[in-house]
């Protein structure tokens, strides 16, 4: 399972316990019928109200396609002062590429992308180092490419922030 394996590995990232939900259904709200796609910020919203408290950090991880109005796509989404964010799986799945799925590949790819939009929830800025977890990945290449630990500028500055 993709998700739990998530979650047991996100938290000792950051020092601190992550909700992760699981089989999360994404809001009908938040569809639209034009586009074919979710509007991320109606996701993140409904997101805050399963939150046991305000400290809690939840991370959602949805199957379907995602989007902000200036964007065609996002892989994903995160508000800090909700405290929520959402990976979406839509384009991290080597089915939307028309190819076998692989699993491990998958996972990897969730596993940055998540680190990346939950290090946002800590105030920290994209990173510019394309090796870092934390670097802005636009497509699955810059994923793919990319390692699944912080920087020593990201992790300096994660220690100063969380
Ligand atoms: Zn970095």
Excluded: W
């Excluded at 998958?106 to 394309?130: D, E, W």
């Amino acid at each position: 399972m993709l998700v739990n394996r998530l979650a047991t590995n996100v938290g000792p990232v950051f020092g601190r316990s992550v909700d992760i939900l699981k089989g999360m259904k994404i809001p009908e709200e938040a569809y639209n019928v034009i586009r074919n796609q979710y509007y991320a910020s109606i996701v993140l919203a409904k997101l805050e109200r399963v939150k046991a408290n305000p400290r809690e950090l939840v991370l959602g991880v949805a199957e379907e396609d995602i989007y902000l109005p200036d964007e065609a796509y996002v892989l994903g989404h995160s508000d800090p002062l909700m405290g929520t964010a959402i990976v979406s799986l839509f384009k991290i799945r080597q089915e939307f590429y028309g190819l076998p799925e692989d699993d491990a590949k998958v996972y990897g790819r969730l596993f940055k992308q998540s680190i990346h939009q939950l290090a946002h929830l800590f105030n920290m800025t994209s990173c510019r180092n394309p090796k870092c977890v934390n670097f802005y990945s636009q497509d699955m290449f810059d994923i793919d490419t990319k390692g699944e630990r912080f920087c020593d500028l990201c992790k300096r500055e994660l220690l100063e922030k969380r």
